[in-house]
């Protein structure tokens, strides 16, 4: 699975606002509201079923990356936000460092295995020191989206 073909480049946030998980997470879904990928009527219920996801255990995998995500039924397809925190922002990772990039994933409830596809394109690229390094010194949406390109077609 290329990311390139489910993150949303409309939201793509290089410069958060919010300094704390649940406000970063409100602001990604809320990106994908005005890229018109979420409905108004849906965000209160996809930011309130991440959380609750994130509740169940942090998603802050070390490195200074998360990635929350939910798989939920009234999404249809799957779509990314990508958010990048200059100060860091505690998601309770696993190494209790902060998270600088965050990479918010919305599934279809019936497609588990497009979820974990998605996971594994994400994970593949994030595990890399020199794509973090990369994405977390973005300073638009073009130089993040030249990034996955760039990772996609190497992949492949």
């Given amino acids: 699975m290329k990311l390139m073909d489910i993150v949303v480049k409309d939201a793509i946030i290089t410069e958060l606002i919010a300094k704390n998980r649940d406000g970063v997470i409100t602001e990604l879904v809320d990106s994908l509201v005005a890229s018109g990928c979420v409905t108004e009527a849906q965000r209160e219920d996809f930011t309130k079923a991440i959380i609750r996801r994130e509740n169940k255990g942090s998603t802050g995998f070390g490195h200074g990356v998360a990635v929350p995500h939910v798989k939920h039924a009234?999404?249809?397809t799957m779509r990314i936000a990508i958010g990048n925190s200059a100060d860091g922002v505690d998601f309770k990772a696993l190494d209790r460092e902060p998270v600088y990039s965050i990479v918010l994933l919305l599934s279809p409830e019936d497609q588990p295995e497009n979820h974990l596809d998605a996971m594994e394109a994400i994970f593949s690229s994030l595990s890399q020191d020199t794509f973090r390094r990369f994405l977390r010194q973005a300073n638009s949406p073009d130089?993040?989206?030249?990034?996955?390109t760039e990772t996609d077609n190497a992949v492949r």
């Fill in 74 to 76: 009234d999404i249809e």
């Fill in 143 to 148: 130089d993040v989206l030249t990034l996955l």
